[in-house]
């Protein structure tokens, strides 16, 4: 990919969950380097956007490219790192930290033993997230802000080029957002390209090149972050369908 090619871009998206139109003829790029935050109201299309960039939402019309290739003839999925929506399913899982982020290097170890360099980076995640003295517990025993740091390093245990994140700060305490703010910015500073669904700015506002508002899954603006973005101007989070959403702890990217 030359460094001109946008590293995602989405053209005249259309897509819909069952009989309701969600995404209605959107476009969107991130060019590499950039870190940009997708915003909206309740029910804008957000998330919807952010799963259609990976294929878990299907488009009904427009087109989606990742590093210069057509979504559908992509499979250089160990460049993308995504970190869902938080959710209570994976409570149960009987699996430790340590298991659960060594999935996400499974884009790139395939049905290999893991090797030594595989296993630096499962640490690196981890240590980077700010778990290490946790690595061996159980995912089931830890905090909900402590399960997102989780997931953030399930993504980033493949050392993707692109991360992707929807609401990566939604229900989680001051302490861990700070953990969190601090991961992503270690990340950008190695060159990591960045696409965020967010609600508010929050810790996350100083890294920001660019805001894309979604309103009725339209796009509303496209720019530097609008001042006036806060909790009350933007209230509530994407409501997720139920047939649509991602399993936190689902191994590997899709299948």
Request: glycine share 10%; hydrophobic share 40%; net charge positive.
């Amino acid at each position: 990919m030359s460094s001109s090619e946008p590293v995602i871009s989405v053209r005249s998206a259309t897509a819909s969950l069952g009989s309701r139109p969600v995404l209605r003829g959107i476009d969107l790029t991130v060019r590499h380097g950039e870190v940009v935050a997708l915003l909206g109201a309740n029910g804008s299309g957000k998330s919807t956007a952010v799963r259609s960039v990976i294929g878990q939402v299907p488009l009904t019309g427009g087109s989606v490219s990742l590093f210069g290739t057509e979504l559908k003839r992509f499979r250089a999925w160990a460049r993308v790192g995504y970190v869902p929506q938080r959710t209570t399913a994976a409570s149960g899982v009987p699996a430790t930290v340590r298991e659960v982020v060594s999935s996400g290097r499974l884009s790139r170890t395939k049905l290999r033993w893991p090797s030594k360099a595989d296993r630096a980076a499962v640490q690196r995640a981890i240590e980077l997230v700010g778990l290490a003295d946790r690595a061996k517990d159980s995912v089931s025993a830890l905090s909900g802000g402590q399960h997102q740091r989780v997931l953030i390093a399930r993504a980033l245990a493949a050392d993707p080029e692109l991360l992707i994140m929807d609401e990566p700060m939604a229900g989680v305490d001051l302490g861990s957002q700070e953990i969190l703010a601090s991961t992503l910015r270690a990340k950008v500073a190695d060159g990591a390209t960045v696409l965020l669904v967010l609600h508010e700015l929050g810790p996350l506002e100083p890294l920001i090149d660019r805001a894309i508002v979604l309103r009725d899954g339209c796009v509303v603006h496209d720019g530097p972050p609008p001042r006036a973005v806060g909790q009350h101007a933007l209230p509530g989070h994407d409501h997720v369908h139920p047939h649509a959403a991602d399993e936190p702890l689902r191994t590997g990217l899709l299948t």
